[in-house]
């Protein structure tokens, strides 16, 4: 009964390729994100979602696409990937956008050869 | 956005010390967490604390809201304390400081 769950655990893959990173929690939480930490261990807020709706897009390159199909599911798609793509990348989840606690995934570890 | 500044950014200490673990915000937020990630790479809840003062064993948490900034207290640590501590606050959003590595040496 893990409160917030990521699929894969450990992903490695060829340059070039598209990869999907699910998200999943059973919190009964509106709002959901996803963080990318590098090698230097900083945690960088990528995306954010409220109920289904995004909220915030950090910046990141139009090749990371997030997909909400429900509240409780928010997935990573990552097309043409690159050796800079390598990272953790971690799911949380909040009750709503504002003034309460995230809860975190366990992390997706992408490696890219 | 918000700037979030962690300090110090490296800690070593000996099993038994004790520590304060300091973070500050370049603007008022909404939420504040404290958390530990542990060598497994797991982020670990430590305090949901945007204001107050919060305890929880040998850990506890100080946010001065006013003044934009928090503390945490780590007493007697202990080995399986080594990891890294990162504080993060927000409005619409969380974000990072860099985050505190504390090695704790038996």
């Known amino acids: 009964d893990t409160a917030v769950s990521q699929t894969p655990k450990y992903l490695v893959t060829q340059m070039g390729n598209d990869k999907s990173i699910k998200c999943e929690q059973n919190?009964?939480?509106?709002?959901m994100y996803w963080y990318k930490q590098d090698s230097k261990k900083f945690l960088k807020i990528m995306f954010s979602?409220?109920?289904?709706?995004?909220?915030i897009n950090e910046t990141v390159p139009n090749r990371f696409s997030p997909k909400s199909p429900d509240k409780a599911h928010l997935n990573l798609h990552i097309n043409s990937l690159e050796l800079g793509d390598s990272a953790v990348y971690f799911c949380?989840?909040?009750?709503?956008?504002?003034?309460?606690?995230?809860?975190f995934g366990q992390g997706t570890r992408l490696t890219v050869v | 956005g918000i700037q979030v500044e962690q300090s110090p950014p490296d800690l070593i200490l000996q099993e038994g010390a004790n520590s304060t673990l300091r973070c500050n915000f370049s603007?008022?937020?909404?939420?504040l967490q404290w958390f530990h990630q542990n060598p497994w790479g797991q982020l670990i809840n430590l305090f949901y604390?945007?204001?107050g003062t919060k305890q929880n064993g040998r850990l506890s948490a100080t946010t001065v809201a006013t003044e934009r900034y928090s503390l945490l207290y780590i007493s007697s640590s202990q080995t399986t304390d080594s990891g890294v501590y990162f504080c993060?606050?927000?409005?619409?959003?969380?974000?990072f400081g860099a985050g505190t590595r504390l090695t704790v040496k038996p």
């Open positions: 949380a989840s909040s009750l709503y956008l504002t003034v309460t606690e995230a809860f």
């Open positions: 919190l009964g939480h509106d709002t």
């Open positions: 979602y409220n109920n289904k709706e995004l909220i």
């Open positions: 603007d008022s937020v909404n939420n």
């Open positions: 604390i945007p204001s």
């Open positions: 993060a606050g927000g409005n619409n959003d969380m974000r």
